[in-house]
């Protein structure tokens, strides 16, 4: 949508995967015969397998609220759905855009569209206090609302879509649960995805709250049909309960596993911490594992520290500001998440350290003697790296 890449280039070639030796065949399976171990094509044609995989995907939510169906209301989940964006954008010119949700692909496509076009008016409505709520602690989300708003964008906090107007089967406005009407040419929604499971619990697979369930070898209940990606339930690596991870993350390497499955391997997948990250304008945001809010709906006793930090030793020019924010567990003093809000790019990768640290059950007393490699042009000083006085702080407190 922004025009850096063209959608073909984030799709395989068939002629890729042929020359590896693999069958293509389009079309829409209808019906899965798991007794017969066969698939049945829209055209009738029936296909036999001895192993199958489904990777069936996800859909956008569409709220049920009156004027959904007017044209202008659009979604996002695939490249179909931005050519359509690009589409309207392009044919439409649509002034007044309203968003609704402010998750990481509203936030991203608000401030895309934004660069491209200064003359667009954009309004974000979001249910909660927060932008960004799924990934950012209020505190830390703070400072996003701040940034996005000197951008010219209008973040509308703690309020809910009631209802879309328009005329002649086009979007007009749209009211909120306060009565406030917003004038919009464009509303995009971005309230969460539902996994496509209809094909897998037709085939009777056993079903989990979050999707088909499947055991850390990505086999459902019917061992000869492995699933993976965001028709799954996943587990939080964190706290062992269900989860979603609808995420590309977990989707690539839970196809990786069920490959390696399938050619002797036991190699389970590990878990999800729906480890993510977006770019607004120049500001990047990134987190993982469980925010404060989460841990503590998880029955956490949670003890947390905010560090700001620089991209660079303070003697050198063009420093840039960035900050981050660690959540522990007061009783094991293990780590749970972390969240980074940078002006740089290279500071907010330090979050894959963080999931590190997660997954090897890393303590506060641990990352007190976390030492990163520093050199002055690209990190500040080692009396100065964050994550260790985050974990000095967390001692502290204790």
Request: aromatic letters at 6%; glycine letters at 10%; a negative charge.
């Amino acid at each position: 949508m922004a025009g850096l890449a063209a959608s073909e280039s984030i799709i395989i070639p068939d002629s890729k995967l042929e020359g590896a030796g693999i069958k293509i065949i389009v079309g829409n399976v209808t019906r899965i015969a798991p007794q017969a171990k066969q698939v049945t094509l829209e055209n009738g044609e029936s296909i036999a397998y001895s192993k199958l995989f489904l990777a069936t995907g996800s859909s956008s939510f569409m709220p049920p609220i009156p004027g959904n169906d007017l044209e202008g209301v659009l979604t996002l989940r695939g490249a179909q759905d931005a050519d359509k964006i690009k589409a309207f954008l392009s044919e439409k010119k649509p002034r007044k855009l309203v968003f609704v949700g402010a998750g990481f692909i509203t936030m991203e496509i608000a401030s895309l569209l934004a660069q491209a076009d200064n003359q667009i008016e954009i309004s974000i409505v979001e249910l909660l206090d927060r932008p960004l709520p799924v990934m950012l602690d209020k505190d830390m989300a703070d400072s996003v609302s701040e940034y996005i708003t000197q951008k010219n964008i209008h973040l509308m906090t703690g309020r809910k879509l009631e209802r879309i107007m328009g005329s002649k089967g086009r979007v007009k406005a749209v009211e909120l649960d306060s009565r406030e009407t917003l004038e919009a040419d464009l509303v995009f929604i971005n309230v969460g995805v539902r996994p496509n499971i209809d094909l897998a619990r037709a085939a009777g697979l056993e079903m989990g709250d979050f999707g088909i369930k499947v055991n850390p070898f990505q086999e459902t209940s019917d061992p000869d049909i492995l699933a993976g990606g965001d028709c799954v339930e996943k587990i939080n690596l964190v706290t062992g309960y269900p989860d979603t991870g609808y995420l590309r993350g977990p989707a690539v390497m839970q196809g990786r596993l069920a490959a390696k499955r399938l050619a002797g391997y036991n190699i389970p997948f590990p878990g999800v911490l729906n480890a993510g990250g977006c770019q607004l304008f120049d500001l990047a945001v990134t987190a993982t594992g469980l925010t404060e809010e989460a841990a503590k709906a998880n029955d956490y006793d949670t003890v947390c520290a905010i560090v700001e930090s620089r991209t660079k030793h303070g003697m050198i020019p063009g420093v840039k500001p960035w900050k981050i924010k660690l959540v522990f567990d007061r009783p094991t003093k293990r780590l749970l998440g972390g969240q980074i809000i940078s002006h740089g790019i290279g500071p907010a990768r330090e979050i894959d350290a963080v999931s590190a640290f997660i997954m090897g059950k890393k303590t506060i007393e641990d990352l007190v003697v976390f030492t990163s490699a520093c050199n002055p042009d690209i990190s500040s000083e080692p009396s100065m790296e964050p994550i260790t006085i985050a974990a000095e702080q967390a001692l502290q407190k204790l």
